[in-house]
């Protein structure tokens, strides 16, 4: 059963573990990088109660969002997805996180413009480092977890090291739900069955697509207009077992210079799969591993198309999620794109 809270619930309830052993209880571009300590350093209790914790538990609990980047945070913003599990929040914790993040695995079967600029692969030495952690503590420490969400980093089905955690994790905690962010490729029937996924175990599915044509997805996505239908088909089976199950299921969409005309058409592939659509910005959601490409961030009010972004912003259908927008993007929605005469008459109309 899900709860509303007026405060962000994410640092009672999340931890999400990077590469290095970093501990964030959120996504972290969105508290300047607050790490609250490291696994490898620190047993994962002591981290979760740490003092760099407990402070920040504190300060929400004041409504003190100081650390946060309000006019970043996508959940801040938009208060009505401040839902989660119920729980006693108390600065220190008692128990462990309800809701845990593997993001420290950066493979991915797909080289996408936003992420990186080839396909990842983890070193011989990186897999076995990882693989080597998965029954000694990947596992156990899922043991109070409700929701595993993997791979913030990479792709769950096209990580070698993911798979195996996913196959084993869905054994051992036959209660536990996942989360899965992915690219969608190879999101289907036949992976869920290979890892022995039961469907009930879904919590949530994020596929991050960025387009709403084939012929966008190829600007995006290298070799995407190859894979475009198969993308397709895959969104196809999992509306339909959507249905089924009721899990959450949502589309993802960066915003950028070569994309931003799909945007409405983006609006009705979320109706036509019944998902929910997210549109996130290019400048926040551009990732590590590859560089910024400031010609791609169409929300600078100096680059050459960001007037049109507006009148896209604009479309009827960009008004039929109002919680579905990244921030920036709503307050760009917010600016008054009608000419000075056009503005001088309603004005008069509206005396």
Request: charged residues 25%.
């Amino acid at each position: 059963m899900s709860y509303k809270f007026d405060f962000c619930p994410a640092p009672f309830q999340e931890m999400e573990i990077f590469s290095d052993g970093s501990v964030y209880v959120c996504c972290p571009s969105w508290n300047e990088y607050y790490s609250i300590g490291n696994v490898f350093e620190n047993s994962v209790e002591d981290v979760w109660n740490s003092e760099k914790a407990i402070d920040l538990r504190q300060r929400i609990l004041n409504n003190d969002y100081s650390l946060c980047k309000a006019d970043k945070c996508f959940m801040l913003h938009n208060r009505n997805f401040f839902s989660d599990f119920q729980s006693d929040f108390k600065p220190k914790m008692e128990t462990l996180p309800l809701r845990v993040r593997y993001g420290y695995d950066y493979e991915c079967n797909v080289a996408c413009i936003i992420c990186r600029n080839k396909v990842k692969r983890l070193s011989k030495e990186e897999l076995q480092k990882w693989d080597d952690k998965i029954d000694d503590f990947l596992i156990p420490f899922l043991k109070t977890t409700k929701i595993l969400v993997i791979n913030t980093h990479g792709d769950p089905f096209g990580s070698r090291h993911s798979r195996k955690v996913i196959q084993k994790a869905a054994q051992t905690y036959p209660e536990l739900k996942f989360d899965f962010t992915t690219n969608g490729i190879l999101c289907n029937e036949k992976i869920f069955n290979k890892l022995n996924i039961n469907p009930s175990q879904i919590d949530t599915i994020r596929i991050s697509i960025h387009a709403a044509t084939k012929e966008t997805y190829g600007k995006v996505v290298k070799n995407g207009e190859k894979l475009f239908d198969m993308l397709l088909q895959n969104l196809e089976y999992l509306s339909g077992l959507k249905k089924q199950y009721n899990f959450d299921f949502l589309i993802q969409f960066v915003v950028m210079s070569n994309n931003y005309k799909d945007m409405p058409a983006f609006i009705d592939m979320a109706d036509e799969y019944g998902a929910f659509p997210i549109f996130w910005e290019y400048k926040q959601d551009c990732c590590a591993y590859t560089e910024y490409n400031e010609s791609l961030c169409i929300t600078n009010s100096n680059h050459k198309e960001h007037k049109n972004l507006i009148k896209v912003l604009h479309h009827k259908n960009m008004y039929k999620y109002p919680s579905s927008l990244y921030p920036i993007l709503v307050n760009l929605q917010k600016t008054d794109i009608r000419n000075p005469l056009q503005k001088l008459f309603d004005k008069i109309l509206n005396r």
